[in-house]
T-cell receptor, first 116, second 117 residues
């Protein structure tokens, strides 16, 4: 019963390159959340997706960032033309949302993005 | 605008003693509160939660207290063990439960707990 799988664990990019972060939710989970943790800061919400739908992207920068959760395959967080300030740990979480009053997120181990 | 605040970035406690981690929130619409524990190089894991209709929830060595009038919650760990050394995140969500709507979980900045053997 695999948990939330994120890959890669570590990603190094040069300024201007693209970064693609992948997240496979827990089996049976159809809701995916992306969070970002900057150094010395807490977890900041970025985006919430269901299969083929973006429900809330209020935490995502308007430019260069995009996310998708296709019908088949993992959720992808894409960062175009990365800058040094994008260096952070990116965490994916999933949930079932069968009981919205008892929301519990299951997190992956994160992807550490380093921009040189 | 930090709606969930953990004002103590770190805490050191002797093994066997009580650890008390504090959290304050500003959004009166929050009605569900959670604590997550995070080890280095791992993702956060759920620890314990409390609904706003309660003021206390206990699970083994972990107890969460909620004071709605003060918009304050705390996590007590008794007795503290070296394996409890981790970063603890307080989190909260607002509304949507009874309507089946969406609840965005907002996290604090974390408190790093060190339990000294």
């Amino acid at each position: 019963n695999a948990g939330v799988m994120q890959n890669p664990r570590h990603l190094v990019r040069r300024r201007g390159q693209e970064a693609r972060l992948r997240c496979s939710p827990m089996k049976g989970h159809s809701h995916v959340y992306w969070y970002r943790q900057l150094p010395e800061e807490g977890l900041k919400f970025m985006v919430y997706l269901q299969k083929e739908n973006i429900i809330d992207e209020s935490g995502m920068p308007k430019e260069r960032f995009s996310a998708e959760f296709p019908k088949e395959g993992p959720s992808i967080l894409r960062i175009q033309q990365v800058v040094r300030g994008d260096s952070a740990a990116y965490f994916c979480a999933s949930s079932t949302r069968l009981d919205a009053t008892n929301e519990k997120l299951f997190f992956g181990s994160g992807t550490q993005l380093s921009v040189l | 605008d930090q709606q969930v605040k953990q004002n103590s970035p770190s805490l050191s406690v002797q093994e066997g003693r009580i650890s008390i981690l504090n959290c304050d929130y500003t959004n009166s619409m929050f009605d569900y509160f959670l604590w997550y524990k995070k080890y280095p190089a791992e993702g956060p894991t759920f620890l314990i939660s409390i609904s706003s209709i309660k003021d206390k929830n206990e699970d083994g060595r972990f107890t969460v207290f909620l004071n709605k009038s003060a918009k304050h919650l705390s996590l007590h760990i008794v007795p503290s063990q070296p394996g409890d050394s981790a970063v603890y995140f307080c989190a909260a969500s607002a509304g949507g439960g009874y309507s089946g709507g969406y609840q965005k979980v907002t996290f604090g900045t974390g408190t790093k707990l060190q339990v000294i053997p």
